[in-house]
T-cell receptor, first 120, second 115 residues
Framework: AQKITQTQPGMFVQEKEAVTLDCTYD???????LFWYKQPSSGEMIFLIY??????QNATEGRYSLNFQKARKSANLVISASQLGDSAMYFC?????????????????FGQGTRLTINP | NAGVTQTPKFQVLKTGQSMTLQCAQD?????MYWYRQDPGMGLRLIYY???????DKGEVPNGYNVSRLNKREFSLRLESAAPSQTSVYFC??????????????FGPGTRLTVL
């Protein structure tokens, strides 16, 4: 069974500093995808970044980058130059491998999340 | 485009009552999903529909039923609500892709309390 572990329940960072949110995963699939979502206090889920298991380059999207270490089974999210608006819950999620069984559905397994607070 | 919409936004039920949560998307996505989020937890998949006409169980399906009414709409029904079903329910949709991955788009959620 697939599993996502986020070991940091909460983090506090000064504005403009960089922050790394940890995510480790466990899967027996050779092909899988890793996602990060942001959930502000308003409750919606916002997609941030995606990394495929066969992608050779680490994914980047603006101030977000994903430090993907396949051998260590980690997919940490790095936010550069943090802003007050980055304060939110952050979830790491994994999509099971592509197969006929999944019929093209993108079923996700989520970690428990990390609450990030940016201090002015 | 409205994206993914859910109704209602809030609901309070008594134990044993039934209700249906509605979800609709206007992005022409084939696949739709229902998740629940308990306090301090990540989301867990209840049911999903890979395409119109198909539904399948996720990680926590007990106590729920679903209907894929058409390509746009995917409803979640609680036949006999229990306090353990107090949660925030999210509907999501995605492109159906066999060979690659795509993000899921989430609705705003329904906050359900069962007394």
């Amino acid at each position: 069974a697939q599993k996502i572990t986020q070991t940091q329940p909460g983090m506090f960072v000064q504005e403009k500093e960089a922050v790394t949110l940890d995510c480790t995963y466990d899967t027996s699939d050779q092909s899988y995808g890793l996602f990060w979502y942001k959930q502000p206090s308003s409750g919606e889920m916002i997609f941030l970044i995606y990394q495929g298991s066969y992608d050779e380059q680490n994914a980047t999207e603006g101030r977000y980058s994903l430090n993907f270490q396949k051998a260590r089974k980690s997919a940490n999210l790095v936010i550069s130059a943090s802003q007050l608006g980055d304060s939110a819950m952050y979830f790491c999620a994994m999509r099971e491998g592509l197969s006929a069984r999944s019929q093209g559905a993108q079923k996700l397994v989520f970690g428990q999340g990390t609450r990030l607070t940016i201090n002015p | 485009n409205a994206g993914v919409t859910q109704t209602p936004k809030f609901q309070v039920l008594k134990t044993g009552q039934s209700m249906t949560l509605q979800c609709a998307q206007d992005m022409n996505h084939n696949s739709m999903y229902w998740y629940r989020q308990d306090p301090g937890m990540g989301l867990r998949l209840i049911y999903y529909s890979a395409s119109e006409g198909t539904t399948d169980k996720g990680e926590v399906p007990n106590g729920y039923n679903v209907s894929r009414l058409n390509k746009r709409e995917f409803s979640l029904r609680l036949e006999s609500a229990a306090p353990s079903q107090t949660s925030v329910y999210f509907c999501a949709s995605s492109v159906r892709q066999i060979l690659t991955y795509n993000e899921q788009f989430f609705g705003p959620g329904t906050r359900l309390t069962v007394l």
